[in-house]
């Protein structure tokens, strides 16, 4: 009975941490434990979070102390407020429940020097998940259901039926404890599991099972293929903004695998993604518009030409507003703007971040549409194309300083000065230099 236990995940002497909540399941996989600590010389240890959501919670953890207490198993028991974190996180209840309890066990885990803790989820609980992933909508990983490992955490019980789980407890004569919220179908998973998974069994009694061996099969397609993608990711480049992935790399990539290293990219960006959001993420990256973007959970993602951007956090701050030219060194947004009067050069023009104009009172404002400037023999042309032309990223456009004559454009933050504005040589002038970080747009 209870032969699909995996044993095999807990290497032989190591301490583990049992995640006690006193039903069934968390039960049925203490006394397991139990009997590897007598074949396989394991620690096992438990930890028992009191969440505050329930009455019965106290009830539950007098049971699961009384049990441990007799079976000689240690127990750390938290308590946390998990209503309260959740509105202060703007979480779901259930949400926050999940991130509070591994908190709580990780925590323990260290404090107690438990290499792996281990979970009750069993081989409804994977069914249930994939169902849910597949009703949300999802891609491979999300139909391979809940990992057997996960950093240091193993859930040997994903082989077991809930009918092993019940058989063993009875057997054992092992007492549980259940959580009346287990049956409130106004939860979706309750829903899959009172009303979705007793369907399916009604058409073949083993389809919790089967999708449960059939998630095993996809996510040994799904960490191949991640495998496979994790070289594309790593040529991400870590900058201020987040995460900049070439373009290059997921258009020569086989979309399975560009899909993935797109996951890769975001997770090292700190940014969350559905299946969805990578779709558009995949699109954006091999779309035709160099400046194009979307917004993700949690920040964003962009074209920077060449460069898929994803960028965590707000949207950049609105540019400065306009200021007067003042002589002296003065700072406009992330630039520094030098402005000293002198004697104008034989070359007034000395490089697109240094020039000397005619003397005059000057703005500093950002980019205005019909902005238009004459760059030495060049074509007249719109701000707007040359900073297309000169690859400016679209959403630092805005940022860059304009110095305006009145009307006209007289010089524009590393394009360069306006040839009809520049100071005649020997003649009166105002020498600028203006910068930006290691002259970077």
Not at 235 to 248: C, K, S
Not at 303 to 316: C, K, M
Not at 346 to 368: H, M, N, Q
Request: charged share 30%.
């Amino acid at each position: 009975m209870g032969d699909g236990f995996q044993f095999g995940l807990i290497p032989p002497g190591v301490g583990v941490l049992c995640a006690l909540s006193g039903g069934a399941d968390s039960m049925y996989l203490l006394c397991r434990l139990l009997e590897g600590r007598e074949k396989y010389g394991w620690t096992v240890r438990a930890a028992h979070l009191n969440h505050g959501l329930r009455e019965s919670a106290g009830r539950d953890e007098e049971f699961v102390r009384g049990w441990c207490e007799r079976q000689g198993v240690p127990l750390a028991v938290g308590r946390e407020d998990v209503a309260g974190y959740a509105r202060r996180e703007g979480l779901s209840v259930e949400e926050a429940g999940r991130a509070a309890r591994y908190r709580f066990l990780e925590r323990t885990a260290r404090e107690t020097g438990c290499a792996l803790i281990a979970t009750g989820h069993h081989a409804g609980d994977n069914a249930e998940t994939v169902l849910m992933n597949l009703i949300r909508g999802c891609g491979l990983k999300g139909l391979a259901g809940i990992p057997q490992r996960r950093g240091n955490i193993v859930r040997p019980m994903l082989e077991v039926s809930r009918r092993d789980i019940e058989a063993y407890l009875k057997e054992q004569v092992v007492p549980h404890v259940e959580d009346e919220t287990n049956t409130d179908v106004n939860y979706t998973r309750n829903k899959v599991r009172h009303r979705l998974l007793p369907l399916l069994e009604e058409l073949n009694p083993q389809a919790a099972a089967h999708i449960a061996a059939a998630a095993r099969r996809l996510r040994e397609d799904e960490e191949e293929l991640s495998r496979q993608a994790a070289p594309l990711a790593a040529e991400g480049l870590d900058i201020p903004d987040g995460v900049a992935l070439p373009v290059r790399v997921l258009r020569e990539a086989p979309r399975p695998l560009a899909l993935r290293a797109c996951a890769m990219a975001l997770d090292r960006a700190g940014l969350g993604a559905e299946a969805v959001h990578l779709e558009r993420v995949l699109a954006l990256a091999l779309g035709e518009d160099p400046s194009a973007g979307t917004d993700l959970p949690g920040g964003r993602a962009y074209r920077q030409y060449e460069l898929l951007v994803l960028s965590p956090g707000a949207e950049p701050e609105p540019p400065p507003g306009p200021e007067p030219l003042r002589e002296g060194e003065g700072r406009w947004g992330d630039w520094s703007i030098r402005c000293m009067p002198a004697t104008c050069p034989p070359k007034a023009y000395i490089s697109p971040w240094e020039f000397y104009l005619r003397p005059g009172d000057y703005l500093v404002r950002p980019r205005r549409e019909g902005d238009r400037l004459t760059l030495g023999r060049r074509p007249e042309k719109t701000v707007k194309r040359l900073m297309m032309e000169g690859r400016v990223p679209a959403r630092r456009r805005e940022r860059v300083p304009v110095l305006a004559w009145g009307d006209r454009v007289a010089a524009v933050g590393g394009l360069g000065p306006e040839k009809d504005c520049l100071a005649a040589p020997g003649a009166p002038a105002l020498h600028i230099i203006i910068k930006t970080e290691e002259n970077v747009l």
